[in-house]
């Protein structure tokens, strides 16, 4: 889900994500970078996001990722999901509180 | 991880680990260009190539792990049903042909279906390992080739009937190639584009199969429809080809039109064009539920072992049979609609599309002719009708689709220049 959102603003390559993964949360989510490439290739594989090379940057051919149609509308969901998990766990910490 | 003494090797213990060859092009380059990116970070930060490279190959992880999870993503797929419906069909088919004994001359039925059966399965196999995209390069020289051969077919070829059968299943996977290249609203793809729809569609209709001109012309409209191109471009295709459709249609006798409508009122005239839709449907009240097991006298189906093979099997063993058959072919139509679907690479899935709507034609058509309800053409039942070349195409074209689908998930990554969406 992380990955979805990040590439729901621009079309970004694996070491791309990395680095704005690590800026955003402030070193706080740290993984082996390997790791990442399964699951993007997982994510082609559901057609959520879709991936072509590209060289025009600089030398190094570099291989982009970006969201599909179907790649925004699961995102969606899942900020839906997360927005009303959120909201649950507030409530009953807001609740245990007072 | 602190035997991993450059990049290459590194990237070699993560492609050990990835069973599928064909990605490991691909996934080598992409991981090259990310662990060049750290080892470029860490040497301007003052590090020495060496430890660079060991700051590279810790933060990317252990490379047997990341070349197992890649390994089970890139597993290559196999679509059982289709491959188990397959299967059926020639038991079927065999069985069909052994019941046949004795009722058709001239052909050893049994030793026929068996023997091309398994020639079929070879040519299968190596369509489904060969990879399909070798074809891209090879397909203008292919077209040309088929265009050539349907061109000199015209006159000299025996056992024409069937190579017209069989070619639109051919023409449709190198047209795949073709209409995906010349997919553009240049004046020149346009006419490519028309001329790969309309000529093999009149060279077909000249050997003479008016049939397999329908069933080309057809699918090859439904691939370029499915490339969802601008409406101007799609018109402008259509309204050509419908001019050569109309061609063709000028240029057939009028008899043949009579029996393309025979079946709509046979009784009008049974003893000329509704001779036949009148037999079939005699033979299939014949059958009833159970079928006519004792008295098995089918010659007064004509063609009883290729096209009417389903009115045959009807009247042999009942209409629970011919139903329990259609649900077989409704059910591996809907397997290649989802292949269809699911396929992104935009050849492969033309391929898939075109071959699944010559499927189609050919299930519905010859189910809706063989009970008398459909227009009388030469088509006939997938996999149980005998024909030696036709059951060898046939199979083979399951076999390209399957191999398509077992490198769907592999095969994506397009050679686009980056578009900035700023």
């Given at each position: ?9 621009r079309?970004?390559?694996g070491?791309e994500?990395i ?21 993007l290739?997982?994510l082609e ?5 879709e991936?072509y ?9 570099r ?9 925004v ?10 927005s ?10 807001g609740?245990?509180?007072? | ?20 060859r ?11 260009a ?21 700051a ?6 252990d490379?047997i792990?990341?070349?197992s999870?890649?390994n089970s ?11 188990a ?20 001359l ?6 026929d ?6 020639i ?8 489904y390992?060969i990879?399909y ?8 020289m292919?077209?040309g080739l ?6 000199y077919?015209?006159?000299?070829w ?29 004046p020149?793809d346009l ?16 050997v003479?199969?008016?049939t ?5 012309l057809t ?16 018109a402008?295709?259509t ?9 063709i249609?000028?240029?057939m006798?009028p008899y ?5 409508g ?5 009784e009008?005239?049974?003893f ?11 033979a ?10 004792d008295?098995?006298q089918?010659?007064?189906i ?35 609609v989802?292949?269809?679907r ?6 492969g899935?033309?391929?898939c ?17 063989s ?16 024909s ?10 399951l ?8 490198r ?11 578009v900035?969406?700023?």
């Amino acid at each position: 889900m992380m990955v979805l959102s990040l590439l729901e603003r621009r079309a970004m390559y694996g070491y791309e994500i990395i680095k704005e993964t690590g800026a955003l949360s402030e070193g706080i989510f740290q993984f082996k970078e390997g790791t990442l490439y399964p699951v993007l290739h997982g994510l082609e594989a559901e057609g959520l996001v879709e991936s072509y090379w590209s060289d025009t940057d600089n030398t190094r051919r570099r291989k982009y990722y970006r969201l599909t149609a179907s790649g925004v509308d699961h995102l969606r969901h899942k900020q839906k999901e997360w927005s009303l998990f959120t909201k649950a766990v507030n409530n009953v910490l807001g609740g245990a509180s007072r | 991880v602190n035997s991993i003494h450059s990049i290459d090797n590194y990237l070699d213990t993560v492609c050990s680990c990835i069973k599928h060859r064909e990605v490991h092009e691909d996934i080598k380059q992409e991981l090259r260009a990310h662990l060049e990116d750290i080892v470029a970070e860490e040497i301007s930060s003052g590090k020495s190539p060496d430890e660079a490279l060991k700051a590279a190959v810790y933060s990317m992880g252990d490379p047997i792990s990341v070349g197992s999870s890649l390994n089970s993503v890139h597993k290559p797929r196999f679509e059982w049903t289709i491959g188990a419906i397959l299967c059926g069909f020639l038991i079927i088919a065999l069985i069909t042909m052994q019941s046949l004994k004795g009722f058709v001359l001239f052909e050893n039925l049994v030793r026929d279906t068996i023997a091309f059966s398994a020639i079929g399965i070879v040519f299968g196999l190596v369509m489904y390992l060969i990879d399909y995209r070798k074809l891209n390069k090879l397909a203008p020289m292919l077209f040309g080739l088929a265009i050539l051969a349907l061109m000199y077919a015209g006159s000299s070829w025996p056992r024409l009937n069937m190579i017209a059968a069989a070619s639109p299943f051919a023409l449709v996977v190198v047209a795949g190639a073709l209409l995906k290249r010349h997919n553009s609203n240049t004046p020149k793809d346009l006419a490519i584009t028309t001329a790969i729809i309309g000529l093999p569609a009149l060279l077909l209709q000249q050997v003479p199969s008016f049939t397999a001109a329908a069933i080309y012309l057809t699918a090859t409209m439904v691939m370029l429809f499915s490339l969802r191109n601008d409406k101007k471009r799609f018109a402008i295709v259509t309204v050509t080809v419908a001019f050569i459709l109309l061609t063709i249609v000028a240029t057939m006798h009028p008899y043949a039109f009579r029996r393309l409508g025979s079946f709509l009122n046979p009784e009008s005239d049974p003893f000329g064009a509704g001779f036949i839709p009148l037999r079939l449907t005699e033979a299939i009240q014949l059958g009833g539920p159970w079928g006519q097991r004792d008295m098995a006298q089918p010659g007064f189906i004509p063609e009883v072992h290729t096209d009417f093979i389903f009115t045959y099997l009807i009247y042999r063993y009942g209409w629970f049979t011919g139903l329990t058959l259609a649900v077989f072919a409704v059910i591996l139509l809907l397997r290649l609609v989802l292949v269809c679907r699911s396929v992104r690479e935009p050849v492969g899935k033309l391929i898939c599309i075109g071959l699944t709507a010559i499927f189609s034609l050919h299930f519905v058509g010859n189910i809706l002719m063989s009970l008398g309800k459909g227009p009388f053409l030469a088509l006939a039942f997938p996999f149980i009708s005998y024909s030696r070349l036709l059951l060898v195409t046939e199979i083979a074209s399951l076999g390209i689709i399957l191999g398509i689908y077992r490198r769907k998930d592999i095969i994506s990554a397009n050679e686009v220049s980056h578009v900035q969406e700023a």
